[in-house]
């Protein structure tokens, strides 16, 4: 993938370029139709998504708990905490999407553990900002 693909992504924005040039070295930008399912409650979390364009609908037990957009991001915790699913997640439109498996993380964190660390930070950081 291009580094200016991840230019815009918030996530992302407050690394250089050099470093998104490294992330980018390392993950892949997917397009999914609506009704794919990205993540499933319960699954071992092998990947990361950041949405690009596109929405989502986050359900646990069956119910809607929450809806995605661009700039958003799950299955942090498949690349940072080694956790399973703990909701699925469906597109409801056309999805354009970033995804970093764990391995292409753990990759990246052997190579250039300062982006990895700062992009677990993002992440953390982010989380606690919408949990409160």
Known sequence: MKERSLRSVPLFDALSKDERKT???HADEI???EGTELVR???FAY???????GTADVMRDGERINQLG???FLGEMGIVGHAVRNATVVTTSPTRAIVLSEQ?????R?????VADRIAAA???RRSAILG
């Open 23 to 25: 992330v980018a070295q």
């Open 31 to 33: 397009d999914v139709p």
């Open 41 to 43: 409650q319960g699954d």
């Open 47 to 53: 990947e990361f998504f950041v949405l690009q364009e």
């Open 70 to 72: 661009p700039g958003d």
């Open 104 to 108: 292409d993380f753990r990759s990246m």
């Open 110 to 114: 052997a190579l250039n553990p300062g």
């Open 123 to 125: 992440v953390e950081e």
